[in-house]
């Protein structure tokens, strides 16, 4: 079996089984963005895994920065819905940046329903409560603070007002889940920016494989981190029945942004031709979207 069908198979088979350890070096040597994949129980010890693997969280966010940490939040779903970022996979998020030196870490989304109720419900609201931390700031968003910004080189998107905490933070720190999408096919990192844009996003959805790769021209993921710890396999990005969950207990993270989904797309068995929007942000140069090129590190906890 070559490479390509070996990394598509052990996903979706076996969703991050563990892999020899001598094809983890043959995937390291390949040149390319390194993208971790941990597996494993609970969802905060493959986050923190997933990090380790690629050097820490200090090696992304220094003493004394200000850090996005930019979670999905959009639905009045509660975690087991899977439509959400597992609340667990947040908060050591949150603990790493903190552990690392950041001077304030900002949790924030732009949600589809009431947002009061979706932070509550999705379980996020209260967990990063929780950490009780002056240095963690868990707001909503704030129609004021969108600021115009200019997308020379934008195919589809010339202009677009985007949120200016994303755009004013040294890290911004990307954490989907990893789901089902009845427009782009699957939501994942680069989807989850727009979480961060004003406007009316419903129109970009008609063109949403040509509109997410101008919008990650200009909202720069410092750190992918991918929860699939359960996906939301069908009838997303809201979803609602248990029956479209899946769990695979698997984090993945990069920080390439482009490669972080390709690895995350093959837990649903797709490959970038079929999630177009890959493709396109690998042939704008915003990473990586061929499996062949991507040295994928897989960790079981």
Known sequence: MNRRGFLKTTAIAGA???IAPSFIEEALAFEGPLVS???GTPPARITRAAVDALGGMSAFVRKGDVVVVKPNIGWDRNPAQAADTNPEVVTEVIRMCLDAGARKVKVFDRTCNDARRCYENSGIGPAVEGIKDPRVELSFVDERKYKMVDIPAGKLIRRWPIYEE???ADKFINVPVAKHHSAALL???MKNVMGVIGSNRAVLHREINDALPDLNRVIKTSLAIIDATRILVANGPQGGSLKDVRQTKTVIASADVVAADTVAATLFGKTPSEVRYLKLAQDAGLGVADIN??????VSV
């Open 16 to 18: 991050g089984a563990v």
């Open 187 to 189: 939501t994942m990192g």
């Open 166 to 168: 994303a755009l004013n």
């Open 293 to 298: 090129r991507i040295r994928l590190k897989k």
């Open 37 to 39: 994949m941990a597996k």
